[in-house]
Each structure stands twice: as structure tokens, then as C-alpha cells.
């Protein structure tokens, strides 16, 4: 069946980096546009990058422009998340979703999730 697993987060300092890894798994992953999301405490889910089928080009929530970088190895079935410059608004539980057509913000056009990776930025 379709999977998609989540790695590469833990507890860094600010400033400091993490790359995550969205490992996938059922599907030939370059028919599919991945996303990343974070959802914080009492908040709600937010979109953070999303990276098209080839890889040519991806999007990013203007929270994270110039510090966070989507990239996809489809022959490795894994997109990651490589984050730079962390702050502690950064923390949150990251999730990977795979959508079928076009990149996206909104949550719900996502067919397949994981089960997130918990990313916390403290001193």
C-alpha cells in the first residue's frame, strides 16, 4: 500500500539545522506532487514547501522562503526538507503528503499523508 515516513526531526537550538526525509513507498513517487506541512500546538495545519512531479520547481510559504530548501530524489523514492536557520516559531510536527495533480497549500487536496516528525527549536 501507499506510505510515506518521516524522519530527520528532533530538538535543535535556533539557528541551527535539521533536514527531514519523507521516505516513500506503493506509488512511483514522480507521479506525484509531495508536500510538507506543519501543524504547532494550537494551531493550525500550515503548508510549508511543496515540490512538483520532475522536481523543476517548488513553492514555499513565505515563512520559510530563503531559509528552508525542497528537494526530491525520485529514483530514491525520498523528498526532503532541508531547513537553515531555525527559530523556535519553527516548531511543530511536520507531515509529507502526496498529491496527485498540482502543488498546494490547501491540506485537503493531498491524498496521503504520514505520520509526521516532530521539529522543536529551543535553547
Known amino acids: 500500500q501507499l506510505q510515506l515516513v518521516e524522519s530527520g526531526g528532533g530538538l535543535v537550538q535556533p539557528g541551527g539545522s535539521l533536514r527531514l526525509s519523507c521516505a516513500t513507498s506503493?506509488?512511483?513517487?514522480?507521479?506525484?506532487?509531495i508536500g510538507w506541512f506543519r501543524q504547532a500546538p494550537g494551531k493550525e495545519r500550515e503548508g510549508v514547501s511543496c515540490?512538483?512531479?520532475?522536481?523543476?520547481?517548488?513553492n514555499y510559504a513565505d515563512s520559510v522562503k530563503g531559509r528552508f530548501t525542497i528537494s526530491r530524489d525520485n529514483a530514491k523514492n525520498t523528498v526532503y526538507l532541508q531547513m537553515n536557520s531555525l527559530q523556535p516559531e519553527d516548531t511543530a510536527i511536520y507531515s509529507c503528503?502526496?498529491?496527485?495533480?498540482?502543488?498546494?497549500?490547501?491540506?485537503?487536496?493531498?491524498?496521503?499523508w504520514g505520520q509526521g516528525t516532530q521539529v522543536t527549536v529551543s535553547s
Open positions: 506503493g506509488f512511483a513517487l514522480n507521479t506525484y506532487v
Open positions: 503528503a502526496a498529491a496527485r495533480y498540482f502543488c498546494s497549500g490547501d491540506p485537503s487536496i493531498y491524498d496521503y
Open positions: 515540490i512538483r512531479k520532475n522536481g523543476s520547481s517548488a
